[in-house]
């Protein structure tokens, strides 16, 4: 997901809600991607809290305000993660919020944690959230890598299709437990 901050064009769009100033998550953890450490800092992030912070990842500000300009026309409200209770994560024009997805936690077998996350309005600042989701063909079965299992661990889950994962999200509410279905 990439949360770009205000510039002018956001100042136009109506917010709904209001977090109370103040309420930052100060623990989120940021990972610089032009460190030599980052690919243990990004495992780390997603094993103990399932999102970061991703900083110096390249992309030019002007490719950024371009993408936010064509993103004002969808939406801008600010992004809100869970980390045992709802807190709120501040923007930050320069760099991207990464979330990690249900399928992403399968994959490890649960080692990376999928977060619940929602949006929610600020009345003081107004932002832009852009989500960008991949996923794998509709026949694509979806489990544990084996290289990331244990000697002797036991998959989690049963295997699925990426049809099969997409047909139960569907029909599922925005705060089930999506994986629920799929696990042994």
Known sequence: MVVLASTPAVDHIPLLRSPDPGDY???MP?????????PRAIADACERFGFFKLVNHGVPADTMDRLESEAVRFFSLPIALQNGQWVSVPSDRDAFFVNVGDSLQVLT????KSVKHRVVANSLKSRVSMIYFGGP???QRIAPLPQLLGAGEQSLYKDFTWGEYKKAAYNSRLGDNRLAQFHR
């Open 25 to 27: 998550f100060s623990g």
């Open 30 to 38: 940021v990972v610089d991607l032009s460190s030599p450490g980052a």
């Open 109 to 112: 077998n649960g080692r990376f």
């Open 137 to 139: 063909a509709m026949t």
